[in-house]
């Protein structure tokens, strides 16, 4: 029953993400990227009180014991979060998710360099099909995208770096904390550069469905669904069912965007996942085996 559990909160985590890339994109079709932004995540501040509101003031101590850390965060994750969504609004959405799923082969890379943990052949191996994957896609993707490729690929490892100092600081700050101070602080510094740029704004009236529903799908309901998913499962395996969260948004941008790929980038996304899954699962068979 415990697995059982763990599966359907995985699954609706997958969802949830899956739903904030057709989400944005509908909401980006009738308004600004600067004050869809802002509003985005002014909800999403709203609905992430709910879970901090009665532990302010630990969440408040965390953020002061570990403020350096805090500042990078918020700043690298609003930088990455702001290409990530323009990139949403001028590209396929499929490609941007299958090429963002390389992110726990990108985080094993990161842990091997900042953390010395080892990499085993199935791990080098499955990394190299992923690498290959992402080939493919590139050479049967027109020149137009294939910066923008580089790009995702970029802001991928960026967030991979963040995944893995968060590991490294999980043991003195709780992830929820992580989450929300993620949600305010992108929120304040979307609200600066909104006020910078254009003055305050509300959003087209089209927008709002999209902006309120995007926001608690992903920032609120898919996070917090893997927080729940990790009571009963292994991280490994929250991870690999997550992973059919490109299938999702592949299918999602065919029945809803109209944008389909094509069978050589599909393929290569075929590849990442296979890839990046096998990564996962020799990760998680090591650490078993050092236990």
Known sequence: MKSLR?????????????????IARFAQEYTPIDVFLFW??????????????????????????????????????????????YLLKIMNPSLLSFIGNLSPLFVALWAFLLMNEKLGPVEIIGGLIAIAGVIIITGASPKGEIVKILVVVAITLMFAFNTVLVRIKVKDIQPIFMVSFR???????????????????????????FIISGA???????????????????????????????????????VFLHRALTMRQFLGGILILIGVNAVIIAASKERSAAV
Do not use: C, H
Not at 221 to 245: C, G, M, N, P
């Open 216 to 254: 608690l799908m992903g920032p609120i309901i898919a996070t917090f669904s893997v927080f729940e998913a990790l009571k009963y499962l292994k991280a490994a395996d929250v991870t690999i069912i997550k992973s059919i969260q490109p299938l999702l948004v592949t299918l999602g941008s065919y």
């Open 6 to 22: 763990g599966i359907i909160f995985s699954l609706i985590s997958a969802l949830g993400y899956s739903s904030v890339y057709i």
């Open 40 to 85: 985005w995540f002014f909800v999403a501040s709203l609905l992430s009180f709910i879970f901090v509101g009665r532990t302010l003031r630990g969440f408040s101590k965390s953020v002061r014991n570990n403020l350096t850390f805090f500042l990078y965060f918020g700043l690298s994750e609003a930088a990455g979060t702001f290409i990530f969504f």
């Open 183 to 209: 949600v305010y602080s992108l929120f304040m510094i979307y609200a600066v550069y909104l006020f910078i740029k254009t003055g305050f704004a509300f959003p087209d009236i089209r927008s709002v469905p």
